[in-house]
């Protein structure tokens, strides 16, 4: 099992690299294009769909992942709850479940507060196990 573990650990994190790497480069999109061209409107259409299928599979191999560690610490308890509050956020928000806060939603979930706090969260938490 600790096998099972590492492995979902390794690709849960790639996963989540490549996922939200849509941040940064969005970021670095809008200082150096405005306005932004055709083609890269639809790439970070596409990406956005990537951003949503890979988070939700990264979070599931999280969760194999959480499961089956021989450690934990208060750290990484703290990295899981916000990996669940992000994904609940980003499932929420995508869906429009609640129609009514859908504007808080997304202020909560693009933050960049609680997007540092979470990879805080995974570095502090795996350098004390
Ligand atoms: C949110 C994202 C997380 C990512 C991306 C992540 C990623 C990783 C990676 C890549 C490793 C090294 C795998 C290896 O070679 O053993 C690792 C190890 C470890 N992780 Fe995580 N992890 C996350 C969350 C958690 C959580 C929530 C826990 C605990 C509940 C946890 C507990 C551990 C432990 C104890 C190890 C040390 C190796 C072991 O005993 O299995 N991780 N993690
Ligand atoms: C740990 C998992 C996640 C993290 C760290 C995360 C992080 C982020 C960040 C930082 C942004 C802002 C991008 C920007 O402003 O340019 C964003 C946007 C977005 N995320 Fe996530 N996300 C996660 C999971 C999800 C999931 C699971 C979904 C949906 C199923 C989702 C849906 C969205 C949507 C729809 C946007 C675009 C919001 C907009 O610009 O209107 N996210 N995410």
Redesign the pocket.
């Known amino acids: 099992m600790?096998a099972v573990?590492?492995f979902c650990?390794?690709w849960?994190?790639i996963l989540?690299i490549v996922a939200n790497a849509y941040y940064p480069a969005r970021l670095i999109a809008k200082k150096f294009f405005r306005p932004w061209p055709k083609d890269l409107i639809l790439f970070f259409k596409r990406y956005l769909k990537a951003h949503m299928t890979l988070n939700l599979i990264?979070f599931l191999a999280?969760l194999i992942?959480?499961h089956?560690?021989?450690?934990?610490n208060i750290y990484?308890?703290g990295?899981?709850i916000v990996?669940v509050f992000l994904t609940v956020e980003g499932i929420l928000m995508h869906y429009r479940v609640i129609p009514g806060i859908q504007r808080q939603l997304r202020m909560l979930h693009t933050q960049q507060t609680l997007f540092m706090l979470?990879v805080l969260l995974?570095i502090i938490?795996?350098s004390a196990?």
């Open positions: 600790e573990s590492s650990g390794f849960g994190g989540f990264a999280i992942h959480g089956y560690a021989e450690e934990r990484l308890t990295c899981f990996t979470w995974i938490g795996h196990v």
